[in-house]
């Protein structure tokens, strides 16, 4: 077992201060209503932590994923702090804190095994890890807390395998119970096994603990099963709105690759959003040199894992590679990814791994020059630190609210339909500000940037119907129907706003076949309510409410109380 020495202990809290230091001013951001914050603080079995409501954590999918553990840690904050905002900004901070501790405590344990690793490898990688402002979305980002949480158990999981001793049934046991807690945390964590079985490769050139790694990797199968299914419910796999070709989809995997790798090197242009690039008129040309150059990179990785003299010499360098690259994986745009093409909170664990090659690189290329000048990676940690800290404090300003997270998406203009997106954004809380004035000229702005954009299209149809403009919303609504928008929410407002206009018969058709791509009960309740019920024809009214209570919505059974006298 590892022991830090006095210094490391000043070391390590000195760092801690720093970070709570960079952080401190977020503790007065509120949350982000329309992006996923709301959802969960909107949440009942969240709001009010019970027996009940924590089996529901385990039996329930939030947002398209299975997370049981960090949506407990939501409701854990609520019932002991009484719902603050700052307690469940704290706690998120406190959680990266502590995983700044275990990455330093991780890279100790992996410097035993490479020779020639230089002494403040494990300290540069803390503080690449703890200041790197591409964490910031991880750290600031309530609803990133599940990225924190499977990664705090998913470093415990490597510590304890790779720490000194022997391979133990007791401690294979304590192993699989952290990365069993890492996937109840986020399923992201199902790269766990595959990691461990390509570093034993590399420091021990065996394939060691088989039964151990069938176990864990089995059980890795099981959770990502889950982890679709709970995506698929949500509408999160799908095809994306272009038609890429096997062949732009591996360039694109392998530019997403570089982007992450750019972004760990040259954190500018940061974005809250980076959305696959248009396949209208093709790819462009740096995405088919990145499949080149990845291909020859990955073949030179490849054959130098095989390699006896070059693994020997460059170990710590492939370790690093090895983390990045098993880590990563599971977050490169496959076909039945969402919209987004990356992510910066999910560098978070894969950075661990480029810290280490690139640390371990730049103490190679600068041995030479430290013979020289003494303390020379005493002067770089500084420098380094400095130069992360003010960018990660820069980066904390923009996750303040929604206007200015989305106004940075718009600054950094990185493509078309991105600002677009950004543009909806702002619109949405301008919307939910009840602003409708400012909410319709975003939404002018984001259609007109994309005219495909089904989304802006049913918002501005929502904003005009609020402002009275029911042809204009119906016309609005029309189109996000025919780009291929919710039909069900679609048709149910639409129909609202043609009973508003008295067009009766339109207003029927709609919820009728709002009925049939709805599963929730929500359009039988809406045709109870806005035809049967303002008609006076309450038996059918009761009917439809009837049945759409047994489909689980609160509202119908309500109704049915009040107005049809059944309980």
Request: glycine share 4%; net charge positive; proline share 2%.
């Given at each position: ?7 490391e ?6 760092l ?12 007065s951001f ?78 100790s344990?992996?410097?035993q095994q ?15 890890f ?8 991880s750290?600031?980002?309530i ?14 999981a ?6 000194t001793?022997k ?32 570093l ?5 050139k ?5 039964l ?10 099981v959770?990502?099963?889950i ?12 095809s ?17 690759l ?48 095989f ?22 994986v ?10 987004v093409?990356?992510?910066e909170?999910?560098a ?53 609210n ?11 203009d ?15 809380e ?16 984001s ?17 005009n119907?609020?402002q009275?403009y ?10 996000a129907l025919?780009?291929?928008?919710n039909?069900a ?30 599963n ?24 439809d ?23």
């Open positions: 077992m590892i022991k830090l020495s006095k210094k202990h000043i070391f390590f809290f000195f801690a201060f720093v970070v709570f230091a960079l952080y401190f001013k977020s503790m509120d949350i982000l209503p329309n992006f996923d914050d709301g959802a969960y603080f909107a949440d009942k079995s969240i709001q009010t932590l019970s027996s009940k409501n924590f089996l529901t954590y385990f039996s329930s999918y939030y947002l398209g994923m299975y997370q049981p553990i960090s949506v407990f840690s939501f409701a854990l904050s609520e019932q002991l702090f009484d719902h603050s905002i700052i307690a469940q900004r704290v706690l998120s901070l406190l959680i990266h804190v502590f995983n700044c501790f275990l990455v330093f405590r991780l890279v344990i992996f410097k490479l020779h020639g690793a230089h002494q403040f490898l494990p300290h540069f990688a803390m503080v690449l703890a200041l790197h402002p591409m964490n910031v979305e750290v600031v980002w609803s990133a807390r599940s990225t924190l949480l499977y990664s705090f158990f998913y470093l415990l490597l510590i304890y395998y790779f720490q001793g391979s133990t049934l007791k401690r294979h046991a304590i192993v699989l119970l952290f990365f069993t807690m890492a996937l109840l945390c986020k399923v992201s964590a199902a790269t766990l096994p595959y990691m461990i079985l390509a034993n490769l590399i420091f021990f065996a394939l060691k603990d088989k151990f790694l069938a176990i864990s990797i089995s059980i890795s199968f959770f990502i099963y982890g679709v299914i709970a995506s698929s419910t949500f509408g999160h796999i799908q994306v709105s272009d038609s890429y070709s096997i062949f732009e989809r591996l360039c694109l995997i392998s530019n997403a570089w982007l992450y790798l750019c972004k760990f090197l040259c954190p500018i242009y940061q974005s809250a959003i980076y959305l696959y690039p248009s396949a209208e008129h093709g790819l462009r040309i740096e995405y088919y040199i990145s499949l080149v150059i990845s291909i020859i990179l990955i073949l030179i990785y490849a054959k130098s894992l390699s006896k003299s070059f693994l020997r010499k460059f170990k710590p360098e492939l370790t690093g590679l090895t983390i990045f690259l098993s880590a990563i599971i977050f490169l745009p496959l076909y039945w990814s969402r919209t093409f990356i992510t909170r999910y978070y664990i894969p950075y661990i791994g480029l810290s280490v090659f690139f640390v371990s690189l730049l103490f190679r290329i600068t041995q030479r020059i430290e013979r020289q000048i003494s303390n020379l990676p005493a002067y770089l940690l500084i420098v380094v630190a400095i130069a992360l800290g003010i960018s990660t404090y820069v980066r904390i300003d923009v996750w303040k929604p206007y200015t997270l989305f106004s940075d998406v718009v600054k950094n990185r493509s078309t339909r991105e600002v677009s997106m950004g543009l909806y954004n702002i619109g949405n301008h919307l939910r500000n009840k602003n409708y004035i400012e909410a319709k000229k975003k939404y002018n702005l259609i007109q940037l994309n005219d495909k954009y089904a989304e802006a299209y049913y918002n501005r149809g929502i904003t119907f609020f009275k029911h042809s204009e919303a119906i016309h609005d609504f029309t189109s025919h780009l291929g928008g039909p929410m679609i048709l149910i407002n639409r129909a609202e706003a043609y009973r508003n206009l008295g067009k009766i018969n339109e207003a029927y058709s709609d919820l009728c076949e709002a009925i049939l791509s709805d929730t009960g929500l359009a039988l309740f809406s045709r109870g309510l806005l035809l049967y019920f303002s008609l006076n024809d309450q038996g059918s009214a009761c009917a409410w009837k049945v759409s209570a047994s489909l689980g919505n609160m509202d119908a059974k309500k109704f049915l109380i009040t107005y049809c006298n059944q309980n």
